[in-house]
Structure formats: C-alpha cells, structure tokens
C-alpha cells in the first residue's frame, strides 16, 4: 500500500476497496477484543463498552504508526528518531490505555451500567491485547505494500525494457538508413570511374546495379531476408568489382554449406566487402588481392575475409572509422549481441572474421 499522509485517511489515501478492507480488518479486531478481554471475566456484556473505549486507540495508533512514523523516519533510515518517537508513542499507548481503564472502572461502574471487576484486568494483559491487533495490521499493510512494490518495480521494469526496445528499433532503422545511401554512393562511383574509361563493360555494370538497387529498395525493407538471397547480392556485388577492376585484382570468393530457409538481417556483410576493396586495391599495392570465404551450417555464419592494403601507409585504423564499419559494428551489436568479430589489421593484409549465431533470433526482429 502506497505512503499517505495521516490527515488523508480515509477519502485520499486509501482507495475505496481497501477502505472495505480495512473496515473488514477493524470489524474482526473489535470481536478480537472482545473475545480476548471477555475471557478475564466471562463477562462478555461488559467487555463490549470496554473495547468500544479502547478500539478508538488502537485505530489512532495503527495509523500513525503504518502511515507516518514508518514511511517517514525508518524507510529513510532515520533510526534514532523513530526509535525516539515509538518509545514516545508506547509511552502514550500505555498512558491513554490506562485512562481509558480507569475510566470504565470508575464511570461505568458508578452508573452501574455493566459489571466490571477491576481485579480481572492486567495494565500488560491489556497492553499484549491492544498491541497484537495494532502489529497485525501493520504487519498485512507492509506485506501489501511490499507485493505493490515489487509490481510496481515489475511495471517500470518492462516499460524500461519497452523504451530500450523501441529506442534500438529507431536506431537499427536509422543505421539501415545510413547503409543503403552509402552502398549507392560506392557503387556509383565505381560506375562513373568506368564510364571516364569509356569502358564497355559500363553497361554490364548498370544492369548489375539495377539487380541491386531492386535488392536493396524492395527486398530488404524488412528485418530479415533468405540467407540465400543476402549471399546471391553479395555475389552481385563482387562481379560488379570484377567488372569494374578487370585483371587488376585477384578475386577469391568461395561459399561453403547450404543457405536453405535460414534468415539474416539485411545487407549485414556488405560493409565488410566494401571495405575490402576500397582498400585492398591501390596503385601502389603490388599484386592487389581479396579473399573471401563464407561457410554456412546451421548455428553459425563463418565470414573470413583477407585482403591486400600498402605496408607504407601510415596504421590510423582508417578501416575501422569509415561510416560503413562503423554502422556495421552497432548493427551486430544490437542484432546479434552473441557474435565473435575479429579485426587484424597487419602490416601489408587487412582480415576480418566474423561468426553469427543462425539460430538466434535477432533482435530486431523481436522488437517489430
């Protein structure tokens, strides 16, 4: 049950169903009371009065305590001054209690109104009575407050998680975004570089950045696409620098194990074969090469990648700092948090070897 104030009982702080509980909590403590005092005497007529007397303080007393002297000093760890205050409230406690005795054995027996025997009463009987009810209903109301908490705890839990998941989607959607126009662009350039050439095989070209751009703008708007189909774009790809290279470069691209209906995030492992040849073919690279292998089971995805790079250039990780690498990176992070990625950047050969778990679910995919 949540914290209230004393002054708010009962039309504030408590709710109307547990206004019924706690009036279900108070109609059984008053038989209580009655039943435990009676049995003193066996004079139940008379017990009646005295527990209408001293319910009124058993009620003051389980308020104060639950809704102020707790919430306010022990659940802020100021020990001293609710050990403090709760002896000063016992003190009281006890005080009234005995007012409210001296009362009925004075008053109500002048006026002959019931019978009661003072003899039969004991000042800590009457104490243990009050104070059982009292704990008991501080008791249910801290082991209520504790399941609330705990649910409520629960509840910001999952709408943090929710948050987290939907703040991931937005940035898988952005770094997707960010891919594609960058995969235009390379691609672009190696298309303008050929027709400066005046190459014939231009025209071969366009037809294979057609297949891809057809890829790319209608096939891979959706979190995952057929394996198959992510290994025959990247296959597209490499003829494209095949064509665009001719005999400079020595190609090796072999594909190992059965796609079958496994599924792959989109366009994963093309940063990677950019990245590749942007820097593995250069003017002053003597006998340039890419080698390219890709195994496929039914756990893991095996890419590993070799390629030539100039042993006088100067090592700043500039592989690793393109806006491709990069976004690749966050992208298996968030999709594939379980995959092993490995960089070597060496002095004449760049390699990469990435494994991804087939057989997780990417994260993506759980969020849409």
Not at 3 to 9: E, F, N, P, R, V
Not at 33 to 40: M, Y
Not at 41 to 61: E, G, H, K
Not at 148 to 165: D, F, G, P, S, V
Request: overall charge neutral.
């Amino acid at each position: 049950m949540g914290i209230i104030k004393l002054h708010q009982w009962p039309t504030k702080g408590i709710p109307m169903l547990k206004t019924g509980q706690h009036l279900f909590f108070w109609i059984i403590s008053y038989l209580f009371f009655v039943l435990f005092f009676g049995r003193a005497n066996r004079d139940y007529q008379s017990t009646v009065a005295f527990s209408a007397m001293l319910f009124p303080l058993a009620i003051a007393t389980s308020y104060f305590l639950n809704y102020y002297l707790i919430p306010k000093f022990l659940y802020r760890a100021a020990y001293f001054r609710f050990i403090l205050l709760l002896v000063y409230t016992l003190i009281f406690t006890l005080w009234f209690e005995v007012l409210i005795s001296l009362f009925v054995f004075t008053i109500v027996s002048d006026f002959k109104l019931y019978k009661i025997d003072p003899s039969t009463f004991d000042i800590v009987f009457l104490l243990v009575g009050l104070y059982f009810v009292i704990l008991a209903f501080i008791a249910i109301e801290q082991v209520k407050r504790a399941f609330e908490m705990k649910k409520e705890n629960t509840r910001l839990m999952n709408q943090q998680l929710e948050t987290e998941l939907k703040l991931r989607e937005s940035e898988l959607k952005l770094l997707r975004a960010q891919i594609h126009p960058h995969f235009l662009f390379n691609t672009l350039n190696n298309l303008y570089g050929l027709t400066l050439e005046k190459s014939d095989l231009a025209p071969e070209l366009v037809l294979k950045l057609s297949d891809l751009m057809d890829y790319m703008l209608y096939k891979c708007n959706k979190p995952l696409v057929q394996l198959s189909s992510e290994v025959e774009h990247l296959k597209n790809y490499i003829e494209i620098e095949r064509i665009r290279y001719a005999q400079k470069i020595k190609i090796d691209f072999q594909v190992k194990g059965e796609a079958g209906n496994t599924e792959i995030a989109p366009m994963l492992l093309l940063a990677f074969f950019e990245n590749a040849f942007k820097h593995g073919v250069s003017k002053s690279i003597v006998n340039p090469f890419v080698t390219i292998q890709l195994n496929i089971d039914e756990a893991v995805l095996h890419l590993n990648m070799v390629n030539s790079c100039n042993p006088a250039s100067e090592k700043d990780d500039d592989y690793s700092r393109g806006i491709g690498l990069k976004n690749v990176r966050k992208r298996l992070e968030l999709l594939y948090p379980n995959h092993n990625l490995q960089i070597e950047n060496k002095a004449d050969t760049f390699e990469v070897d990435l494994r991804i778990p087939l057989n997780v679910l990417p994260t993506e995919n759980k969020v849409t």
